[in-house]
């Protein structure tokens, strides 16, 4: 199983980012997948799930409004919208598989990839 | 601050037993399952416990979990150095419909 992000990058206060993750090594479509960032010398925190048809989607109050999550099963890939970035999201984003269900039992883990938002 | 508390550090001597506790809420842990991950620095989480007291394949039997009401534990016997890392715990928050993590907790050998 491997999750690559990419994507990141630096990005002016205000702007939009988008987050991709290539999945591989399982059947994409039987799970559903998280995004959890990280920001530098911080704890982790949870920012959105989405079901494996798209059916579902969550996200932490302090991405609502601003960041959208989807996925493409055709091309195993998830990706995450960022618009309006503050300086506060400025963070180590990974891509996670929920193992069981959409509750966040989270096993396998990518790399993650560095978004930094800053004037 | 998070809806899970957990001490920022804790730390013990090789061959020492420690836990490192994990206090939620009903919304929470008094509702589902605790997973723990171990990241070490400059790496990505691992999970070591999943719901409440699985163990993964691969993952130490020096390492146990364990839930009772609306708290959580990770018990780690036989302390080696190679276990120093960050330890969190985690658990779906059924009010916030998402994911909670706890703050870390440092763990020194």
């Known amino acids: 199983v491997q999750m690559v992000e990419s994507g990141g990058g630096l990005v002016q206060p205000g702007r939009s980012l988008r987050l991709s993750c290539a999945a591989s090594?399982?059947?994409?479509?039987?799970?559903?997948l998280h995004w959890v960032r990280q920001a530098p010398g911080r704890g982790l925190e949870w920012v959105s799930v989405?079901?494996?048809?798209?059916?579902?989607?969550a996200y932490a109050d302090s991405v609502k409004g601003r960041f959208i999550v989807s996925r493409d099963n055709a091309r195993n890939s998830l990706f995450l919208e960022m618009n309006s970035l503050r300086p506060d999201d400025t963070a180590l984003y990974f891509c996670?598989?929920?193992?069981?269900?959409?509750?966040?039992?989270?096993?396998?883990w990518g790399r993650g990839t560095l978004v930094t938002v800053s004037s | 601050q998070s809806l899970l508390t957990q001490p920022p550090s804790a730390s013990g001597t090789p061959g020492q037993r420690v836990i490192i506790s994990c206090s939620g809420g009903?919304?929470?842990?008094?509702?589902?399952?605790v997973n723990w991950y171990q990241q070490f620095p400059g790496t990505a989480p691992k999970v070591v416990i999943s719901?409440?007291?699985q163990r993964p394949s691969g993952v130490p039997g020096r390492f146990s979990g364990s839930k009772s009401g609306t708290s959580a534990s990770l018990a780690i016997s036989g302390l080696q150095s190679e276990d120093e890392a960050d330890y969190y715990c985690?658990?779906?928050?059924?009010?916030?419909?998402?994911?909670?993590f706890g703050g870390g907790t440092k763990l020194t050998v």
């Open positions: 719901t409440n007291s």
């Open positions: 989405i079901t494996w048809n798209g059916g579902r989607i």
């Open positions: 985690a658990a779906w928050d059924d009010n916030l419909n998402g994911l909670v």
């Open positions: 009903s919304s929470n842990i008094g509702s589902n399952t």
């Open positions: 090594g399982f059947i994409f479509d039987d799970h559903a």
């Open positions: 996670v598989r929920d193992r069981s269900g959409y509750y966040g039992d989270l096993d396998y």
